[in-house]
């Protein structure tokens, strides 16, 4: 499967907004998650083969050096009736693969892609909801609030650079939304959990929505279940990636990472 890149914005200094289009996403549907994501597939520069491509061919037929760095990015906005599938990519520079992808992309250039799947959706029997994360979150944040239902408390705590890194968020529930900005903040990598112990809880049964830099996340998580009390059931938790590791390095220890963070409340 593969999109056309129908346009580009900079919503954000560091988020570029794709939108693509086109006959190679016949057959695309969402799962009944609002964390759907896909996983795309970008080819090095010079590769002998693309733009559009199997990846599973391609792995098979050329030698490793050529084969596509793999990528996993939350669907922002899928449009069934006009065909568009939005991806909001975060940009450092010329860091990582899909972000200078991104920051370079123009009409016409196509994007391989496999998926959608997914498996977080708020649930609509819980009293209260929580979301939490980053930039890396944000999309799948963003998604999520406009399922949860009229009325309902939903607290969301947001980490970003500062205030040109804010993203208006609208949702049907009642929402209590906080920004916490990196910039000037003694501990930039313990403002959630800071924010977190200082939350005065709504009453209920809450659904938690918890992903972003792996050693925030750990520590939120920790909090969650040992000082809160939340039932791990009642928690969608992942740690996206770890601030002093490459893409790639991340990608061979996360389940490693994963499993040690499991263990760390029994």
């Not at 529930?173 to 005065?200: M, Q, V």
């Not at 809880?201 to 929505?209: D, E, K, Q, S």
């Not at 918890?210 to 059931?233: K, N």
Request: glycine fraction near 10%; aromatic fraction near 6%.
């Amino acid at each position: 499967m593969h999109g056309r890149v129908e346009s580009t914005t900079r919503v954000t200094p560091t988020i570029v907004r794709v939108v693509l289009g086109g006959e190679g996403l016949a057959g695309f549907a969402l799962p009944p998650a609002t964390d759907a994501y896909v996983n795309l597939a970008l080819p090095p520069a010079g590769a002998p083969y693309g733009p559009v491509f199997e990846p599973a061919q391609v792995r098979e037929s050329h030698a490793k050096e050529w084969w596509p760095a793999r990528r996993r990015y939350t669907v922002r906005v899928w449009d069934a009736e006009r065909g568009l599938l939005t991806i909001d990519f975060v940009v450092h520079g010329d860091e990582g693969v899909a972000g200078p992808w991104a920051a370079h992309a123009r009409p016409g250039d196509v994007l391989v892609l496999e998926g959608p799947a997914g498996g977080y959706l708020p649930d609509p029997e819980a009293d209260w909801h929580l979301m939490v994360g980053d930039e890396s979150a944000l999309p799948a944040i963003a998604a999520s609030l406009s399922a949860v239902p009229a009325g309902v408390p939903v607290v969301v705590r947001l980490v970003c650079d500062d205030a040109a890194h804010e993203l208006p968020l609208e949702t049907p529930g009642d929402l209590d939304l906080l920004w916490l900005h990196r910039a000037g903040a003694p501990d930039p990598g313990g403002l959630i959990l800071s924010s977190l112990r200082a939350l005065d809880v709504p009453p209920g049964r809450v659904h938690a929505f918890v992903h972003g830099e792996a050693d925030e996340i750990r520590e939120v998580r920790r909090h969650l279940i040992a000082e809160r009390g939340i039932d791990r059931s009642a928690m969608s938790c992942s740690p996206y990636w770890r601030r002093t590791m490459t893409d790639e390095a991340w990608r061979r220890v996360k389940s490693d990472f994963v499993a040690a963070m499991d263990s760390d409340v029994a």
